[in-house]
């Protein structure tokens, strides 16, 4: 799976949006983005991904860029209880087999919703 | 939304003790499931993965006779760690994903596990 890379740490004002950005420059085309968080001694939330147009759901949207080389996930209006670890992972998808890659996890973003 | 439920959330025992953790999709069937260990301040690490009713891949490093998982439904998998030593305290956790090609995983609430 290609490697990402994230800034170590953001801080965001509450009821900002929160840009996180992710350099994915390695990706293949059959690669997704996804994107998860981890609020402390909580296990990984499932926030969104994609793979080459952008997407929106009821916690985020995604922004991937043309060439596919990086994407930023935007909270629209960051709350406190938004402050977690934030990874940015692409995977492997085999869409006619059962060939999966592996979510890999990095040290992802810490982001700091202050008020 | 897709839920992973895992038990104990904690466990504090002593040294040589095997201790199982229970993993379950409760909404949906898990033909993927995945083992991961997150020491403090680290990121996540992949110990294995599991499919049902086959033998787990392990991770290179991660000792199989060590870390039992049983995957025999689609529904639930277990982890055991055999004679569990201080060093083997960590958060571990579950994530579980459907046979459906570009679905994401989900994941527990992770166990915290202690060992004295």
């Known amino acids: 799976d290609a490697k990402t890379t994230q800034p170590p740490s953001m801080d965001c004002a509450e009821g900002r949006a929160a840009n996180?950005?992710?350099?994915?420059?390695?990706?293949?085309?059959n690669e997704y983005v996804y994107w998860y968080r981890q609020i402390h001694s909580q296990g990984p939330q499932y926030i969104?991904?994609?793979?080459?147009?952008?997407?929106?759901?009821?916690?985020?949207?995604?922004i991937i860029t043309e060439d596919r080389k990086s994407s930023t996930l935007i909270l629209p209006h960051a709350t406190l209880r938004d402050t977690a670890v934030y990874y940015c992972i692409v995977r492997l998808?085999?869409?006619?087999?059962?060939?999966y890659g592996k979510l890999t996890f990095g040290q992802g973003t810490i982001l700091t919703v202050h008020p | 939304g897709a839920v992973v439920s895992q038990h104990p959330s904690r466990v504090i025992c002593k040294s040589g003790t095997?201790?199982?953790i229970e993993c379950r999709s409760l909404d949906f069937q898990a033909t993927t499931?995945?083992?991961?260990?997150?020491?403090?301040?680290?990121?996540?690490?992949?110990?294995?993965?599991?499919?049902?009713?086959?033998?787990?891949?392990?991770?290179?490093g991660v000792e199989k006779d060590k870390f039992l998982i049983n995957?025999?439904?689609?529904?639930?998998?277990?982890?055991t760690v055999t004679s569990a030593h201080p060093e083997d305290?960590?958060?571990?956790?579950?994530?579980?994903?459907?046979?459906q090609s570009n679905q994401p995983q989900h994941f527990g609430d992770g166990t915290r596990l202690s060992i004295l």
């Open chain 2, 71 to 79: 995957h025999a439904s689609l529904t639930l998998s277990t982890l």
């Open chain 2, 33 to 60: 499931m995945f083992w991961y260990r997150q020491f403090p301040k680290q990121s996540l690490m992949l110990m294995a993965t599991s499919n049902e009713g086959s033998k787990a891949t392990y991770e290179q």
């Open chain 1, 48 to 62: 969104i991904h994609g793979l080459k147009n952008n997407e929106t759901n009821e916690m985020a949207s995604l």
């Open chain 1, 93 to 99: 998808f085999n869409a006619g087999g059962t060939s």
């Open chain 2, 18 to 20: 095997s201790v199982k």
């Open chain 1, 20 to 29: 996180l950005p992710c350099n994915h420059s390695t990706i293949s085309g």
């Open chain 2, 89 to 99: 305290s960590s958060f571990y956790i579950c994530s579980a994903r459907s046979g």
